[in-house]
């Protein structure tokens, strides 16, 4: 941007800007637009479809076919489960008004506190204590980094699954690994841009993904329309 010195405004196709010098655009007096959660619907839905996954055990039974080991393993029902929900916002939302006609109890936990219907407030350790599935939905900062220690995997209910909506940092990798082998930990779902190996490398319940959750032919379109808005917007030419 030092090169450019007749930039206004950044308009970024991106729900985040923390890759943007925030402080540098401020005293250049540099706007700076993001597009709003134009993936809501996609991330929810993924969502739901790691909870089924991993509830009848499809991702685990699907890497054993690929060994060879087709001895498969039963799964359970939604049905009378416990979900728990570890940071509440526009997609949690989402995933418990998907999620509720399964017959699934839904505990929720977030600071400041956030009601939610059809689902009740608990603190972090009675979720981890009670939930039969966690769903781990923090944002992605300092504060939240390492929020599932050693000992608080420890207080998970045995043979519960986790899944993980953030960034790696907020899961000690090394503890999963061996509440997943000592069967603390039924499975652990996450997304991925990892290049370097990890200690869940190689450990077939530990089940990755890369980071498609939030990618869908309608979350593009509506990434696009607003980002579109944003650059008319700063032109000075307001879009209805």
């Known amino acids: 941007m030092g090169k450019s010195p007749k930039v206004k405004g950044l308009a970024l196709n991106s729900t985040q800007a923390d890759y943007v010098d925030a402080d540098y655009c401020l005293k250049r007096n540099i706007a700076i637009s993001v597009v709003l959660n134009p993936s809501v619907v996609a991330v929810a839905e993924f969502a739901v479809l790691l909870l089924l996954g991993s509830s009848r055990r499809i991702f685990v039974n699907g890497w054993k076919s690929q060994k060879r080991m087709y001895q498969w393993e039963l799964g359970s029902e939604l049905a009378g489960k416990t979900m728990g929900i ?45 939930s039969d599935l966690i769903i781990l ?19 998970i209910k045995q043979g519960a699954v986790v899944i993980n909506l953030t960034e790696q940092a907020v899961v000690d990798e090394k503890a999963m690994v061996e509440a ?61």
């Open 180 to 240: 997943l082998k000592g069967g603390k930990i039924d499975q652990y779902v996450f997304e991925t841009d990892r290049i370097k190996p990890s200690p869940l490398d190689k450990i077939e319940n530990a089940v990755a993904f890369k980071k498609l959750s939030g990618y869908t032919k309608e979350s593009a379109d509506r990434s696009r329309s607003a980002w579109v808005r944003n650059i008319s917007d700063m032109a000075g030419h307001p879009t209805s």
């Open 137 to 155: 939905n923090l944002l992605n900062n300092e504060e939240n980094k390492g929020f599932l220690s050693k000992e608080r995997i420890n207080c």
């Open 86 to 130: 570890v940071g509440i916002d526009a997609v949690a939302e989402r995933i418990i008004r998907i999620v509720k006609p399964f017959g699934v109890r839904i505990f929720i936990c977030n600071e400041p506190p956030t009601r939610v219907e059809e689902a009740e407030r608990k603190s972090p350790g009675e979720i981890l204590c009670y």
